[in-house]
């Protein structure tokens, strides 16, 4: 399976001439959804969900099929493609890739704001994407996507749920909001853990791909 970084919080899928997404929203490249069979989406910020796209996505593709929560599916109403909804402990194939679903809230963010819901998802046993959550998945992860930068986290944080979780490898999303300064403390922070937990935690650059076992 080939995973590859696009910006911000998306990242790409492929496998056996497959290809699934996840979270492509609206300061991630659109190139991300070329082919796309399969989208999931964690939650409803536009940064993770883009509707105008997703309708675009599934002109070119009407069988496309978009998994998310409840809050996300009610917005993709005019969106032409299968819109299934899913729940924490939920599984399910979709474009050949077996899914599960863990986790039901994002972090909390603005102290008014009420919490929306936010669905993490374990893809193949092998890559968990919490959305912008830290989900303690309850399972081994090979391979985490953990969320390095937002307004909601602060990289302690962060730290804290790579050593609890303990992948095997760990890539940053939801850096998108960085320039080059904020980007060299999130790659020496990474660097520092991964010396620690002597495992491979950094940053993939936009449009770069890693083969997974």
Request: charged share 25%; aromatic share 8%.
């Amino acid at each position: 399976m080939r995973l590859t970084k696009f910006e911000h919080a998306c990242v790409r899928l492929e496998k056996d001439g497959s290809v699934l997404v996840i979270d492509p929203g609206g300061f991630s490249d659109e190139a991300a959804l070329d082919g796309v069979r399969a989208v999931l989406i964690t939650h409803e910020h536009f940064d993770h969900a883009d509707a105008d796209r997703l309708r675009r996505a599934a002109g070119a593709n009407p069988s496309l099929e978009i998994w998310t929560c409840e809050a996300v599916a009610a917005k993709l109403t005019d969106v032409p493609a299968k819109v299934q909804v899913v729940r924490q402990g939920d599984a399910f194939d979709t474009a050949g890739f077996g899914v599960k679903v863990i986790g039901e809230w994002h972090a909390p963010t603005y102290p008014d704001l009420p919490i929306v819901q936010n669905v993490g998802f374990l893809v193949e046993e092998e890559v968990f994407y919490p959305g912008d959550a830290f989900t303690p998945p309850g399972v081994e992860v090979p391979t985490l996507l953990v969320p390095t930068n937002a307004p909601w986290l602060k990289l302690p944080e962060t730290i804290a749920y790579l050593r609890e979780v303990r992948p095997g490898r760990a890539f940053s999303t939801h850096d998108g909001l960085l320039n080059e300064i904020g980007l060299g403390l999130v790659d020496g922070w990474l660097e520092k853990e991964a010396e620690t937990q002597k495992a491979e935690f950094r940053r993939l650059t936009p449009g770069e791909s890693v083969d997974l076992s």
